[in-house]
């Protein structure tokens, strides 16, 4: 039986895939969301997986079979990627284990440097590298590593590299948090009171009982790295599964893609949970409530509105929420009032020459004559950052909160009012979308809408296109951030207030707005803050592909510009800058999102610590730097001087008749 489960949950991806695939005839013949064009393709892709005969890779000068096509550059993404993970994940368990060992100054340390790695986009990482590699072989004539593959050869070193640090770091924070955890257990002190050695307890007992949590949360993670992997094949010129994609996009191409990503990772996940997990068999009784709805109980007054802004006044008291938002807002009100301000808008520098009329510089120009330079057109790359910074923001924002509300109020009913078999099911199936690449997805979604045709040009407003590739990206998350909050209400629902609550007749409605919303506030800060930077990193992704938010205008003589100049309108060229030696084109709007990525966790972090503060936790103050600055006097216990009044003599003779 659980067998042909997982068989029906894997053809149940499927179709999912077959109906990705055939999206982008929604948008052709110059039509907006053609439901007949998108009908016709689908039966017509269908036709031919029954034929597969017709199954080739159709190229500008031949065409051949699919699966000889396809076969060796997916053998060739898959093994870095596998080794990718592999590496981090391995890297990810040894430092977690060495920073449970070492100091807690030494710990704290650490996990700061690896807070900091964390907010590098994978894009800087990766041409930060390559720069390095470029100007350490100019200075010292070796190349110490192939860092871009010419032609059919072939490089895995730097590429598994710089795909190991996101699963590395990511992993490493969350067997952190495990191991913390499971340290604290009652039977881990009852193992230490036998002397038994910390290494032995983390190997023996605690390393066994966090490996289920590590597994599922592994998903999220390998769910990261397959989107990164495009990135890295593109910017590495890698002959591999991206290219092919890239190079035709035709349904069935699209969709054999999709399969082949999907399957390994399908069967790893879901074999090992069906042979190694047993399900969590716990009573449908405790996860619902009760079914009547009563506002008896529940007044709306107005002074939920003050609570509101009292909660977010006491988070401003905390000084890392404080200075991420500071950063985020200083930055949203400058852009403001340099676009209100400014003219012209963005300066446009044609020649630059010195005061005798000598030209010295064309577009290109380098920062020695520009402030931070201009890109090909002569644009000037201060300007863009400073008129993007607001809708990138305002973009970011508005997704990552349309995001968190429409999966907290999809988890109301999915966790309380479906039957627990329809749950697991449904989770089932949304659990699938981990082992899609989002980018993909997003791109076979977006590319027919937001790329501008040669020929006729924009069919639709740029008020379409926003509101259209916002919709698609918030909802492409929307399922995910719904079981995730499903399992925050699923742990509430077990303690026993709520269970109380229940029992004292309270509504549905009642135990929702008083019991559980309360303590999901915190949780909801934090999940806006991570969907803010995964939305982030998906315009840098999007952007690599020239893939701009509002539209891509394309010209046969110039570059593909934004037609809304937001920051990831400023990355399609980044491939390009590498080769010419042209950083200026793409380190600042890189190191711009960092800023936002980096103000973010601050904000996140923050959160955390006003909750623990809350629930009694106590924070660890950390005092590296006063410890270098600052010379610390030592406790000294001070034994104050007897005065004559405060004891008497007694004779030894009257103490005993006494």
Not at 26 to 42: D, I, N, P
Not at 92 to 118: C, D, G, Q
Not at 484 to 505: H, P, Q
């Amino acid at each position: 039986m659980r067998f042909l489960k997982f068989i029906g949950y894997y053809f149940v991806g499927v179709i999912g895939i077959l109906l990705v695939s055939v999206s982008p005839a929604l948008f052709k013949m110059g039509e907006f969301l053609s439901l007949s064009s998108y009908a016709t393709q689908l039966q017509r892709l269908i036709s031919q997986l029954r034929h597969p005969e017709e199954w080739v890779y159709e190229t500008r000068f031949r065409s051949e079979p699919l699966f000889d096509y396809l076969w060796e550059p997916y053998l060739y993404s898959m093994t870095v990627l596998t080794s990718g993970i592999l590496v981090g994940f391995s890297l990810a368990v040894l430092l977690a284990i060495i920073t449970i060992l070492i100091p807690n100054w030494a710990k704290t340390l650490l996990k700061r440097i690896t807070s900091v790695f964390e907010s590098v986009p994978d894009l800087l990482l990766a041409f930060g590298i390559q720069l390095f590699i470029v100007w350490f072989y100019k200075q010292t004539g070796l190349l110490v590593v192939d860092f871009v593959s010419v032609g059919s050869e072939k490089i895995y070193g730097l590429p598994i590299l710089v795909l190991s640090v996101l699963p590395m770091l990511t992993m490493y924070k969350i067997m952190t948090l495990l191991f913390e955890e499971e340290m604290t257990k009652s039977y881990v002190g009852l193992v230490k009171s036998k002397g038994i050695e910390k290494v032995t307890i983390l190997f023996v007992h605690v390393f066994r009982n966090i490996f289920k949590s590590a597994f599922y949360n592994s998903k999220i993670i390998v769910w990261g790295s397959l989107s990164s992997l495009l990135i890295i094949e593109y910017i590495f010129n890698m002959n591999g599964i991206t290219s092919a994609f890239l190079g035709n996009f035709q349904p069935i191409v699209s969709f054999m893609i999709l399969l082949l990503i999907f399957t390994p990772f399908f069967f790893v996940y879901q074999g090992t949970e069906m042979l190694l997990f047993k399900e969590d068999e716990k009573t449908e009784e405790v996860l619902k409530m009760n079914t009547f709805l009563s506002f008896r109980n529940v007044s709306f007054r107005i002074k939920w509105l003050g609570d509101v802004f009292k909660e977010i006044g006491a988070h401003f008291k905390n000084m890392k929420f404080l200075m991420g938002f500071s950063i985020i807002f200083i930055i949203l009100c400058s852009s403001i009032v340099y676009t209100l301000t400014a003219d012209p808008l963005i300066e446009k520098f044609y020649h630059i020459t010195d005061e005798s009329g000598k030209l010295v510089s064309a577009a290109p120009h380098t920062p020695e004559y520009v402030f931070l330079g201009t890109d090909a057109l002569g644009f000037s790359i201060f300007d863009q950052l400073m008129v993007g910074a607001k809708y990138t923001i305002a973009f970011a924002a508005i997704i990552a909160f349309l995001r968190m509300i429409l999966g907290f109020l999809f988890a109301v009913p999915f966790v309380f009012f479906l039957p627990l078999k329809v749950q697991k099911v449904m989770g089932k199936l949304i659990d699938s979308l981990h082992f899609l690449p989002m980018t993909i997805i997003a791109l076979l979604l977006l590319r027919p809408v937001l790329m501008m045709p040669l020929d006729t040009g924009f069919e639709t407003s740029e008020m379409e296109r926003i509101l259209y590739q916002g919709v698609i990206l918030t909802l492409l998350a929307v399922p995910l951030v719904m079981t995730l909050f499903g399992n925050e209400f699923k742990l509430l629902m077990r303690e026993e207030y709520v269970a109380s609550t229940k029992i004292l007749g309270g509504s549905s409605l009642h135990l929702l707005w008083k019991q559980l919303l309360p303590h999901l506030s915190a949780r909801m800060g934090v999940i806006f803050g991570q969907q803010f930077i995964q939305t982030l990193l998906i315009f840098i992704h999007l952007g690599v592909f020239n893939i701009f938010f509002g539209g891509t205008k394309i010209n046969r003589r110039d570059p593909p510009t934004s037609t809304t100049f937001e920051w990831s309108g400023m990355i399609g060229s980044a491939k390009d800058s590498l080769m010419t030696g042209r950083w200026w084109l793409i380190i600042p709007v890189l190191l711009g999102f960092m800023v936002l990525i980096v103000s973010m966790q601050m904000i996140i972090q923050g959160i955390k610590e006003v909750q623990q503060v809350r629930v009694g936790v106590p924070l660890e103050r950390n005092s590296f730097w006063k410890n270098i600055f600052q010379r610390r006097s030592r406790y000294q216990r001070r034994v104050p001087e007897p005065q004559e009044e405060s004891f008497v003599l007694v004779k030894e003779k009257e103490r005993k008749s006494s």
